[in-house]
């Protein structure tokens, strides 16, 4: 005869094991959930060969405000349109690793890059279309310095990869988006330029007319 | 026998060339449109229609603040449950009696935390028609360290002096930009003498773009273990930028006593005896 006590203490463990399964359960289901929300994107084209090629990609620190030329090997597609869109979102996939310089969140940040003529003057290069995904503009640390150097990285890499465009515009989920993170603006276009940059100490010499 | 002006007429002349817009600083008195003139010797004309009232290009004694974000738009979500809105207006607050101790006058976009969002193009309307000596953009952020300075990225026009009188809304900024980038440097120079660590940058922040004053926003960071939301480290802040407001003053918008005299006109050619009298006997105060 098994006694009472042993008999409540084994059903007792029996219940504990099952809640602890059924919130383990739940806990796999809601992270498979925000996995399959994050990497909801149509997969790039798979590179031709996957030779790898050399590429400037212009790295951000939020401690000096600077951006710095470093270069990588990245397997890219030959399509323009989708190697400007491999290309960032390898960039900004830098900016996830552990201990990175200019943190922000893991996941799919670019839908698609369009490159089109330039409307206004044939002789000045093509204009690229870069369009955010809505939930990387959302995670987006919110700050001047933060989105600015976000923004200045993606066209100093753009620049270096697309000599013939002139100029970068941005939308998010197909749509004008006024600022990325409340800050800086989405709203104008940005000239394609060599965004290299350290930061700039003020001066006397600035001061007078 | 040459005529020299009489000093009343030197003094008409002056208070003329003071109310001219456009010329630099002036005070909202000199704004006013002048109601001396200079004695004449001609019969009495019909009165001709009187000028438009000419406006000045900024008033030197007048600041606008704006604390970015309110109502809705929270603005960056900051330690201790702290949100941007919250800090920026906090931190206005404590900056406006601090640039008042230096004679300005501070106009802000918002005192409170409105009920709805305050767009953008609003915030520079306000700013463009009060005419100030600078605007300042208040922000806050948890990323980066110290204070942020950012002046408009847009390029500065080639030719200041040649600007279209109509500015394009959207880079209307681009017009003062050498004077926001000396506004910026003299906040710069003034934190670091406090031993504030800044960053300058140039970023196009809604509304600096839309700004026809000398603008900048100023960012404020943490700095090594303080946070943006500590009272003594925005104290220091707030003094820093009044002290650099009233150097900026001084350098870019002297006092018009201060202004050098203009070079008097040339004196007029004596008119012949036989065809006027002479005017030196119908000049009041002439010098024998």
Same mark, same amino acid.
Not at chain 1, 128 to 157: K, Q, Y
Not at chain 2, 163 to 171: D, G, H, K, S, V
Not at chain 2, 188 to 198: K, S
């Given at each position: 005869?098994?006694?009472?006590?042993?008999?409540?203490?084994?059903?007792?463990?029996?219940?504990?094991?099952?809640?602890?399964?059924?919130?383990?359960?739940?806990?796999?289901?809601?992270?498979?959930?925000r996995?399959?929300a994050l990497?909801?994107a149509?997969?790039?084209?798979?590179?031709?060969?996957?030779?790898?090629?050399?590429?400037?990609?212009y790295l951000a620190s939020d401690?000096?405000a600077?951006i710095?030329?470093?270069?990588?090997?990245?397997?890219?597609?030959?399509?323009? *349109?989708?190697?400007?869109? /491999? %290309?960032l979102e390898h960039l900004l996939a830098q900016y996830a690793l552990? &201990?990175s310089a200019h943190p922000i969140q893991s996941g799919p940040a670019v839908d698609?890059?369009?490159?089109?003529?330039?409307?206004?003057?044939?002789?000045?290069?093509?204009?690229?279309?870069v369009n955010l995904r809505s939930s990387f503009v959302d995670n987006h640390p919110s700050g001047v310095e933060a989105e600015l150097l976000t923004l200045n990285s993606i066209i *100093?890499t753009?620049?270096? /990869? %697309?000599?013939?465009?002139?100029?970068v515009?941005f939308l998010v989920d &197909?749509q004008p988006h006024d600022t990325l993170a409340g800050h800086a603006s989405l709203a104008?276009?940005y000239?394609?330029?060599?965004?290299?940059?350290?930061?700039?100490?003020?001066?006397?010499?600035?001061?007078?007319? | 026998?040459?005529?020299?002006?009489?000093?009343?007429?030197?003094?008409?002349?002056?208070?003329?060339?003071?109310?001219?817009?456009?010329?630099?600083?002036?005070?909202?008195?000199?704004?006013?449109?002048?109601?001396?003139?200079?004695?004449?010797?001609?019969?009495?004309?019909?009165?001709?229609?009187?000028?438009?009232?000419?406006?000045?290009?900024?008033?030197?004694?007048?600041?606008?603040?704006?604390?970015a974000h309110?109502?809705?738009d929270t603005g960056a979500h900051l330690?201790?449950?702290?949100t941007e809105?919250?800090?920026?207006?906090?931190?206005?607050?404590?900056?406006?009696?601090?640039?008042?101790?230096?004679?300005?006058?501070?106009?802000?976009?918002?005192?409170?935390?409105?009920?709805?969002?305050?767009?953008?193009?609003?915030?520079?309307?306000?700013?463009?028609?009060?005419?100030?000596?600078?605007?300042?953009?208040?922000h806050a952020t948890a990323t980066g360290?110290?204070?942020h300075?950012a002046?408009?990225?847009?390029?500065?026009?080639?030719?200041?002096?040649?600007?279209?009188?109509?500015?394009?809304?959207?880079?209307?900024?681009?017009?003062?930009?050498?004077?926001?980038?000396?506004?910026?440097?003299?906040?710069?120079?003034?934190?670091?003498?406090?031993?504030?660590?800044?960053?300058?940058l140039?970023a196009s922040v809604p509304?600096?773009?839309?700004?026809?004053?000398?603008?900048?926003?100023?960012e404020?960071a943490?700095?090594?273990?303080?946070?943006?939301?500590?009272?003594?480290?925005?104290?220091?802040?707030?003094?820093?930028?009044?002290?650099?407001?009233?150097?900026?003053?001084?350098?870019?918008?002297?006092?018009?006593?201060?202004?050098?005299?203009?070079?008097?006109?040339?004196?007029?050619?004596?008119?012949?005896?036989?065809?006027?009298?002479?005017?030196?006997?119908?000049?009041?105060?002439?010098?024998?």
């Amino acid at each position: 005869m098994i006694p009472r006590y042993q008999r409540i203490l084994f059903w007792s463990l029996v219940s504990g094991i099952l809640l602890m399964g059924a919130f383990l359960l739940r806990g796999c289901q809601q992270a498979h959930k925000r996995l399959i929300a994050l990497n909801n994107a149509t997969p790039i084209a798979a590179p031709t060969g996957a030779a790898t090629e050399e590429v400037t990609l212009y790295l951000a620190s939020d401690a000096d405000a600077s951006i710095t030329a470093t270069t990588a090997q990245v397997a890219l597609p030959q399509d323009p *349109g989708l190697r400007a869109r /491999a %290309l960032l979102e390898h960039l900004l996939a830098q900016y996830a690793l552990p &201990g990175s310089a200019h943190p922000i969140q893991s996941g799919p940040a670019v839908d698609d890059v369009f490159l089109l003529p330039n409307p206004a003057d044939t002789g000045k290069g093509r204009i690229a279309v870069v369009n955010l995904r809505s939930s990387f503009v959302d995670n987006h640390p919110s700050g001047v310095e933060a989105e600015l150097l976000t923004l200045n990285s993606i066209i *100093g890499t753009l620049h270096a /990869a %697309l000599p013939e465009v002139s100029e970068v515009r941005f939308l998010v989920d &197909g749509q004008p988006h006024d600022t990325l993170a409340g800050h800086a603006s989405l709203a104008r276009s940005y000239p394609l330029t060599d965004t290299t940059a350290r930061a700039v100490a003020p001066s006397e010499a600035a001061t007078k007319p | 026998m040459i005529q020299r002006p009489s000093p009343n007429a030197l003094a008409a002349s002056l208070l003329l060339l003071a109310a001219v817009p456009c010329s630099g600083a002036q005070t909202p008195a000199a704004s006013a449109p002048p109601t001396a003139t200079a004695p004449t010797q001609a019969a009495p004309q019909p009165a001709a229609p009187a000028p438009p009232r000419t406006l000045p290009a900024f008033y030197r004694n007048l600041i606008l603040l704006d604390p970015a974000h309110g109502g809705s738009d929270t603005g960056a979500h900051l330690p201790d449950n702290a949100t941007e809105k919250g800090v920026t207006l906090s931190f206005a607050q404590r900056l406006r009696p601090i640039i008042a101790a230096q004679g300005f006058t501070v106009v802000s976009t918002r005192d409170t935390d409105p009920p709805a969002d305050l767009p953008a193009d609003q915030r520079a309307g306000t700013a463009n028609h009060v005419r100030p000596l600078a605007c300042i953009l208040l922000h806050a952020t948890a990323t980066g360290s110290g204070v942020h300075i950012a002046s408009s990225a847009l390029a500065p026009l080639e030719d200041a002096a040649a600007a279209p009188r109509a500015l394009p809304w959207q880079t209307a900024q681009a017009a003062s930009l050498p004077m926001s980038l000396r506004l910026a440097n003299e906040i710069g120079l003034a934190l670091q003498n406090a031993h504030l660590p800044v960053v300058l940058l140039g970023a196009s922040v809604p509304p600096i773009d839309n700004l026809i004053c000398p603008a900048v926003a100023i960012e404020l960071a943490p700095s090594s273990d303080t946070p943006v939301t500590d009272a003594t480290y925005q104290q220091h802040i707030a003094e820093a930028i009044a002290s650099a407001l009233a150097s900026f003053r001084t350098h870019n918008a002297p006092p018009p006593a201060a202004t050098p005299a203009p070079i008097p006109p040339p004196a007029p050619k004596p008119i012949p005896p036989a065809a006027a009298p002479a005017p030196s006997t119908a000049t009041p105060g002439a010098p024998k």
